[in-house]
């Protein structure tokens, strides 16, 4: 079914003995025969984009940390040593596919044009979804782990309804894999030839747990067995990331059905800012992902092609700093929720129940005195 | 809950083991003590081994007992009770942990239609010794799932025990007794009190059906569980600064329910005033009032009332506390009760 030359270890799946790439670590290029004839557009102007997109992607994600520990976050889950996986898919798809994602994927709401606002409202707690949708393609962060899986076969299985050529795109992670949903997802796409493309970045960790909890074999054969071919692909090359994505969205676009890309990566920061990763993982692994940087490797790759480095670096700082000070501006303008607002939306009309517990609450917070009712009523002393 | 010492163990040891502990080091205790004590308990759950749990109940629990008795499962939250289903028919006694109340759902399928019912099902042959731990409620600013209290959706169904702790000494206690007992018990913890302090006598038992009084009034009685009991007190002390007496219950079992113990007291008092974090409609509330209708109709001098979550989602956390019932959206209930000057009067 799928016609990858690099399959030699089954035909439904690439990449299981050594995972796709096309940047070694040392930023030489390496040729493959399935990815070279998805990479014949790239010149130093591709390469130096999706550089700046990583190093600006890592600044943000570094911000956010920062502003987590400054309080300003109620919580922030780190992207930090994704960059390639994300950016690599973000930037091969049309702006009009659909990304059912987790929450870690902020680097591709950064491609989609998600403001800093609106990243972070979600994490200050001020919103419980901080942008639309349907302007940018993509929902929102989903927290239940893999239940966004279903939602993108659904979308993909109405696009294929109405005719229309957009596929959607599922982002999970490896714990995932465990989920019945993100195994239930595999079936109805498989049966229903769905134009969905899964997308796993397997950052080897859900929170504490190694990825071989999930998976005894490498996770790419997981969807084989639903009849979906797969793609493993080294997830800190982002050249190879770029190429897989472009490959599987046109064998999903033309009518194929599902397919499935397992990106090998690592986690390098905690699970969120709350996790404390050194009660489960080395820093001896730790130093061995840290090496393999993904943005370090492109930036050998395009000084072995004689880019200017120093200036790219100088372009990507300054990027960098202009990206984070609207992150950090957007932080401390981000209005605060009016205390009523939590009584909307729960059904698209009202209904006089819910009405009648507004009037209440808003009689009630009336009755306070004035510095109660602006702040909060008194609490328990140890919550 | 019975708070006297287990005569068994206190004539054998002759001794009490009292120390002040938080509740999460009292829950670490209880499960430590349990596995200690009978080979057939394990632990099963997500980060539960290594990590110790995200909310550290478990830390030092695989390191003593290995891992095939505290058991990282892989991520899937019906895997985890399926599972230990299958084991409660091999005779083991597991302890799940599900990491927090928004991700039960997975399960609700496992716990409802199997864990519940195959007593029943099988005319009281199979038995099905499981506990089911989930940290549960609002208070702590976290994201979507991280605050919800489902206990509810159990406590509706037939075949479940559903318990709630209030401080260390009744998690300690009530965890030992669930781990104990032959029926599936779920046992709700209040998430942001397991760092609060209190007393633990490792030898004081407790049972799993009934309510306990923390505090006797003449004015109202006043139902809580879990998170809320704390609350509950303190409205109890600030209300007796305006000269009402308060009588507190703990409900403690939201399932099977202490119908005596609330009706008792409503006798006594007239008045009842119930809260929760849930949402009240069709809540523990809800059944806690209309119990209290059916058994004490004449005693009542006033129509019950409620101080729950309201009928939304749960909010993002900027507005958390403008969800949650505190002191002074109880007290402002009490004061309608007593037909004293309240927030509704001029409405
Ligand atoms: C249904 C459900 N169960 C448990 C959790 C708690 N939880 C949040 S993230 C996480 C690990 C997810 O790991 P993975 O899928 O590998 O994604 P990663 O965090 O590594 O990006 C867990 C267990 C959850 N959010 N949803
Ligand atoms: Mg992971």
């Given amino acids: ?383 | 809950m019975t708070t006297t010492p287990n005569p068994a163990v206190t004539t054998a040891q002759a001794t009490t083991q009292t120390t002040t502990m938080t509740m999460a080091a009292a829950l670490n205790a209880a499960l430590r003590d349990a596995l200690e004590a009978d080979p057939d308990v394990l632990l099963i759950g997500e980060d539960i081994g290594t990590l110790g749990g995200v909310f550290r109940i478990t830390d030092g629990l695989k390191d003593r007992f290995g891992a095939d008795r505290v058991i990282d499962s892989p991520l899937a939250e019906s895997g985890i009770i399926g599972t230990s289903v299958g084991m409660a028919y091999r005779g083991m006694r597991p302890v799940c942990e599900i990491q927090f109340d928004g991700f039960v759902y997975p399960a609700f399928d496992q716990i409802v239609a199997q864990v519940a019912r195959l007593h029943y099902r099988t005319g009281g042959t199979v038995q099905m010794p499981l506990t089911i731990r989930i940290p549960f409620g609002g208070g702590i600013g976290a994201v979507e799932h991280h605050s919800e209290s489902p206990e509810a959706y159990f406590a509706h169904t037939p075949g479940l025990r559903v318990v709630t702790v209030a401080d260390p000494q009744d998690a300690y206690s009530t965890m030992r007794a669930a781990i104990e007992c032959s029926d599936p018990v779920m046992v709700f913890e209040p998430k942001r009190r397991y760092w609060s302090k209190g007393e633990v006598d490792t030898t004081v038992t407790a049972d799993l059906s009934s309510a306990r009084v923390l505090r006797t009034g003449t004015d109202a009685t006043l139902v809580a569980y879990g998170p809320l009991v704390v609350t509950a007190l303190e409205a109890a002390v600030a209300a007796e600064d305006d000269g009402i007496s308060l009588e507190v219950i703990d409900l403690r079992s939201l399932s099977p329910l202490d119908r005596q113990t609330v009706a008792a007291s409503v006798r006594r008092t007239g008045r009842l005033v119930v809260t929760h974090e849930a949402p009240g409609n069709v809540s523990l509330s809800s059944e806690v009032i209309a119990s209290a209708v059916e058994d004490c109709f004449d005693h009542l001098e006033a129509a019950p009332e409620r101080v729950t979550g309201f009928d939304t989602p749960y909010p993002p956390a900027a507005v958390e506390d403008h969800y949650l019932p505190g002191i002074d959206r109880i007290l402002d209930a009490v004061d309608r009760t007593l037909g004293r000057r309240n927030s509704r009067e001029a409405a």
């Fill in chain 1, 1 to 383: 079914m799928l016609t990858t030359t690099s399959a030699p270890d089954h035909d439904l799946v690439a990449g299981l003995v050594q995972p796709l790439y096309v940047l070694a670590e040392d930023g030489t290029r390496h040729p493959d025969p399935t990815l070279d004839p998805l990479l014949r557009d790239v010149d130093e102007e591709l390469l130096t984009g999706l550089f700046l997109d990583m190093a600006v992607i890592r600044a943000l994600d570094d911000e956010a940390v920062a502003l987590q520990r400054q309080g300003e976050l109620g919580l922030w889950p780190p992207l930090r040593g994704q960059e390639a996986a994300q950016i690599g898919l973000a930037r091969a798809l049309p702006s009009t596919d659909f990304f059912f994602t987790s929450y870690r994927e902020n680097g591709l709401a950064w491609c989609r044009g998600v403001s800093p606002g609106e990243m972070l409202s979600v994490w200050r707690g001020t919103t419980l979804s901080g942008w639309d949708p349907f302007a940018h393609h993509m929902a929102t962060p989903q927290v239940i782990i893999g239940a966004q899986a279903h939602h993108a076969v659904g979308y993909a299985m109405a696009t294929k309804a109405q005719g229309k050529d957009d596929i959607a795109v599922a982002c999970f992670g490896d714990g995932a894999l465990s989920q019945g949903d993100l195994n239930e997802a595999m079936v109805f796409a498989a049966s229903f030839r769905a134009p969905v493309l899964f997308f796993c970045q397997n950052n080897q960790y859900a929170i504490s747990e190694p990825v071989a909890l999930q998976a005894t074999v490498p996770i790419a054969l997981r969807p084989t067995g639903f009849g979906i071919p797969s793609l493993r692909v080294d997830g800190n090359d982002v050249l190879a990331m770029r190429a897989v994505s472009l490959f599987a969205a046109r064998h999903i676009r033309s009518g194929k059905g599902p397919m499935f890309i397992e990106a090998v990566t690592y986690r390098l920061g905690p699970h969120t800012t709350s996790d404390d990763p050194t009660r489960y993982r080395d820093e001896e692994e730790l130093e061995s992902w840290r090496r393999r940087c993904p943005i370090a490797r492109l930036e050998r790759h395009l000084e072995q092609l004689g880019t200017d480095v120093e200036q790219l670096r100088a372009e990507a700082k300054r990027r960098s700093l202009e990206a984070t000070t609207a992150l950090r501006e957007a932080v401390t303008t981000l209005p605060e929720p009016a205390p009523e607002s939590l009584f909307e939306n729960v059904l698209s009309t009202e209904h006089p129940g819910l009405v009648r517990q507004r009037e209440q609450f808003r009689a009630f917070r009336n009755s306070l005195a004035p510095e109660q009712a602006d702040g909060q009523q008194t609490e328990g002393s140890s919550a």
